[in-house]
Nanobody, 129 residues
Framework: QVQLVQSGGGFVQSGGSLTLSCAIS????????MGWFRQAPGNEREFVAV??????????ADSVQGRFTISRDNAYGKSTLYLQMHNLKPEDTAVYYC????????????????????WGQGTQVTVSS
């Protein structure tokens, strides 16, 4: 059974930093792209950052490029995905989700939420101005 369990998030002032974590079990990290998506009230879920299955290639939304960093590690037998967020802005306020892509070892991972089959429970990030 594949499970994604998120932690992190919270409330921060504009210009601050937060790190989100996503612990993955039941799926091999090295075979599937992993991503972070977010959804603000009244908006569609949108792509934030994706890490290719090989861990070497990253993709970022233009709105977060240079401020957010996606990464992963397998320390102590635990597979964890991270999203480091710096210089946060009020427009970054949303519920953030980690997700695992449906297709295995895809040459170019999808950036579309509908192509991700397993999701974390979501975590609120609120940035005040």
């Amino acid at each position: 059974q594949v499970q994604l369990v998120q932690s992190g998030g919270g409330f921060v002032q504009s210009g601050g930093s937060l790190t989100l974590s996503c612990a993955i079990s039941g799926r091999t990290f090295n075979s599937y792209a992993m991503g972070w998506f977010r959804q603000a009230p009244g908006n569609e879920r949108e792509f934030v950052a994706v890490l290719k299955w090989n861990g070497a290639t990253t993709y970022y939304a233009d709105s977060v490029q240079g401020r957010f960093t996606i990464s992963r590690d397998n320390a102590y037998g635990k597979s964890t995905l991270y999203l480091q967020m710096h210089n946060l802005k009020p427009e970054d306020t949303a519920v953030y989700y980690c997700a695992s892509e449906s297709s295995r070892v895809r040459n170019r991972p999808s950036l579309a939420p509908e192509d991700y089959e397993y999701w974390g429970q979501g975590t609120q990030v609120t940035v005040s101005s």
